[in-house]
């Protein structure tokens, strides 16, 4: 082998790994956090492209952005589309007629979505391929869906077929239906390590194996999911009375509970952040203890980290926080973000959204 192979060869494999955002939340875990992410630079920050997320009808509404090998995916008016992350220029777009978008989620090579019809009487489930926007499969869903994951080659969709509660696994491939469990309810639908928790009926919860909907564990509690951390080795739950507790994924044990209530978490293998009124919280995660909380100019939105910085929208059009995501020091931010719609940072480059228009930083 050649010098210059050789040379090449080292340089590929000492390139950082793809910085993408496949999913809401960035993975199957919901962590909202992106460890690869090592190229963002705040110094000479600013909005390079803007485009608009959602057309006239009432039904489209705007959803986050996907960042996955080299494309940006959003929802556009119409329909779906694919971006250039450098310029916001569509590489392609797909109609989708008379519906809204409740969900998206990118993993090998499609672009899988959960919609729902403008009359609100069915939902459906459909992958695109990432590479020209072209229906792969569809499959409708007989009733309102609420969320979705994809992890393992399975999309699982919290659905609601004639209108009874129910969780049911697709295959990724085809579309084809592996399981379904009816009288369970996949409240903060994640997958930590392949496993799911949903509630049950009689305010009870289990965890289930992604790819077969077996039970792993029970518990009399009454547990939703609100985050998980990068390993799955635990979910970050809440229940009744909203109390924050670490479980641990394989068997149900509690690691440690907290007083706090957190609708959503964001995790690293060292800590946790949770958005508490106007400020985000950091907790030690190996005990709950809070070490350090920033104030934000407006009530919380879900926070971010990405390399070493956390960023945290607050408000409708609010300045967005970033500060150092170990010692909370401040750094440089200020762009307007919205609460209900947290940042995706992939690529080197920050996208924020109002859920009318979609904006690209870097």
Known sequence: MSSVLVAAVVAALMLPPPSDWAQPGYGPGATYYNPAETTFNTANIAKKWEVPTHGAPDCEVGREPLIYSGSVYTSAPGGIAALDPATGNRRWFTRIVRRGISRMAVADGKLVTLTYTCDGQGSFLTAFSTAGGGRLWEVPIGGPAQDMVVDRGVVVVDTRPDFTLSTTGYRLGDGGRLWRLTGTRGDGLLSANGRLLLRTEGNTARAVDVTTGRTIWQTAQNWYAVGSDPAGSRFY???????????NAANGSVIWRSALPAPGVTADNQ???LPRYRSVLCLDAATGRKLWSVHLPDSAGQPVRAGNLLFSPSGLGS??????AVTGKGVRGGMPADQHYPPAVAGGRLFLTDGDRLRAYF
């Open 237 to 247: 739950v809440s229940g009744a009375g909203g109390a924050l507790t670490a479980v």
């Open 271 to 273: 800590r946790l952040y």
């Open 319 to 324: 300045p967005l926080s970033i500060v150092d």
